[in-house]
């Protein structure tokens, strides 16, 4: 069963390889769809500062503890510092606030949500400064106890070789746009061979995969929905998959994946293109600006 298998983190840390996304849900929607999560069997809840929904996660969190019978450790939490927090002061004050927001004395995984603010998101400018400020401030937290794990998120090559050069602590964690269609398989070779785990976010391509006729037909023969295929994929790359839902029945079938997509038509699927987001594409994620190092 997914839900109690994990990954381990560069420091030892287990990390649950199948995480609930919860970008674009408002804090009170959030509450009740974490408490249903945790029931299904979810133990891993990604959010960030930018979602503006930690009060609500930490309160999800705390309702299904309650009736659950279960300790605050079963469930790993990750939150992300703001991208544009770039001065170690600020970084320091905001990760103090989301413990606070969310109601807990320790989070599993800080991230740094992205090198640049959204704003300049690869624009070229280049934050070094202000991301090896930030990750002090995370590197500080760690040390205190108050962030099981530290990351980034977003990060290239360049970014990585920022902290890895400069800072005390290596990144454990690059979490990263990656799916059926687009995949950056260079960046995730490379945050690999530092030592990082590479979570993949949008794992459904925001759900512009799920209309497309040819995965259609591939899941089909799987006898699992496109959403399924597509989390399985991640998973056999190897990359902790982040599927973001807010319905219980896809909640359950998103972690249904017991099956094994072949070689062979991995390989298909490594080969697909598929970065029309349609109107997400206003999202600087999915804007664009394509990394440079995805392949298709
Ligand atoms: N670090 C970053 O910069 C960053 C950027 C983007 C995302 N993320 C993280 O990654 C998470 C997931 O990414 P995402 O929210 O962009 O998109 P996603 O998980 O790729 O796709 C979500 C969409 O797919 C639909 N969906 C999911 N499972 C389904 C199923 N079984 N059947 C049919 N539809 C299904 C959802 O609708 P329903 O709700 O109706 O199921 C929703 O519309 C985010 O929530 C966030 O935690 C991080």
Redesign the pocket.
Request: net charge neutral; proline share 5%.
């Given at each position: 069963m997914i839900f109690e298998e994990t990954f381990t983190l560069p420091n030892g840390v287990e990390i649950p390889k199948l995480?609930?996304?919860?970008?674009?849900?408002a804090d009170d929607a959030v509450v009740s769809i974490v408490r249903d999560a945790i029931g299904v069997g979810y133990r891993h809840i990604?959010?960030?500062q930018?979602?503006a929904n930690e009060r609500g996660v930490g309160e999800g969190l705390r309702a299904a503890l309650s009736v659950g019978g279960m300790a605050r450790d079963d469930v790993f939490l990750?939150s992300?510092l703001a991208?544009e927090s770039k001065s170690y002061d600020d970084a320091k004050q905001r990760i103090d606030t989301s413990l606070n927001t969310l109601g807990v004395d320790h989070v599993d995984l800080m991230?740094i949500?992205?090198p640049q603010p959204w704003a300049e998101f690869r624009d070229g400018a280049r934050f070094d400064e202000g991301n090896l400020e930030a990750w002090r401030a995370l590197e500080d937290a760690y040390a205190a106890g108050k962030l099981r794990a530290i990351g980034v998120?977003?990060f290239e090559r360049a970014d990585l070789d920022n902290l890895l050069d400069n800072g005390t602590v290596a990144p454990m964690v690059n979490?990263?746009?990656a799916?059926v269609g687009n995949t950056p398989f260079d960046l995730i070779d490379y945050s690999r061979s530092k030592g990082m785990l590479v979570?993949?976010?949008?794992?459904?391509?925001?759900?512009?995969?799920?209309q497309n006729a040819r995965l259609a037909a591939l899941a089909e023969k799987y006898e699992v929905?496109?959403?399924?295929l597509?989390?399985r994929y991640c998973l056999q790359l190897g990359l902790l998959?982040?599927?973001?839902?807010?319905?219980v029945?896809?909640?359950r079938?998103?972690a249904a994946l017991n099956f094994e997509i072949s070689g062979a038509d991995m390989e298909t699927l490594k080969l697909a293109d598929n970065t029309d987001y349609g109107a997400?594409s206003a999202?600087p994620?999915?804007g664009k600006k394509r990394h440079p190092d995805a392949r298709h």
């Open positions: 995480g609930l996304g919860t970008w674009r849900i990604d959010t960030a930018a979602y990750t992300k991208a991230l949500h992205s998120s977003n979490q990263i746009l799916h979570e993949a976010y949008s794992p459904v391509a925001h759900g512009a995969v799920l929905g496109i959403a399924q597509c989390i998959p982040l599927p973001k839902t807010t319905n029945d896809h909640m079938s998103n997400a999202f994620v999915f």
